[in-house]
């Protein structure tokens, strides 16, 4: 009997445990998400930097970065081991390059030549242990310097835009209530005049009966 408990603890050590350790550490966490601008035609440096605890201090871990590009068809550009090992799935026609030595500091940036149209947008760096385990990502929203400054005129013109109608809205309310607070006075003041000219009839109709002139002719 305690036989079979110690092989039922020591097949759930070595089995059940590292499945629960993987599980925890899978936690897929957004580290940080950035904006960066460029003009076209230019090389940018699309940074992706771990903290090295999230490495752990096996070197010889399966631990890999994978760059990808989510407006794209194919999504995968570039895998960077811990070992510095590199496995591209898109070059951008050799336009990527990689710094290989790096990665075992944390370091899993990548260099962009001759940025063009279709290279703008939403990159993303994902740390991973193992295959499906992603760890933590970071996201980069590449844009060029053009595509920034028509942005930003254009949200200025939107909050003039803007301004501008609650100007109109608040003149038009105040000459609304102008108007109908004239309106309210006219009709006050006739009120005050249909008053003040039916007391005035009364008043005339009072004298004449308090004071009625009877002219009679007496003759013999």
Partial sequence: ????????????????????????????????????????????LLPCNFNPTLLGSDKTADIAVVWSQRNTTIHNLVEITLQGNVMFWDTKGGRIKTFAKLSESG???????????????LYLCELFNGTGCRIAYQELQLDSIQQSQENYQLMWST???????????????TCLLHAKR?????????????????TAHSDRGSESRENPIYVTSCQP
């Fill in 182 to 198: 004239r309106q309210n006075i006219t009709v006050i003041e006739a009120d005050y005049e249909n008053v003040v000219g039916a």
């Fill in 1 to 44: 009997m305690k036989f079979q408990w110690f092989m039922f603890r020591a097949l759930w050590i070595l089995l059940i445990l590292p499945t629960f350790s993987g599980e925890s550490l899978c936690k897929s966490e957004l580290l940080l998400s950035s904006n960066i601008s460029t003009e076209l035609q230019s090389d940018v």
């Fill in 107 to 121: 370091n899993f940036s990548i260099l962009l030549q001759k940025v063009q149209p279709y290279d703008l947008g």
């Fill in 159 to 173: 909050v003039g835009a803007l301004s501008g109608g609650i100007v109109l809205l608040a003149v038009f309310t």
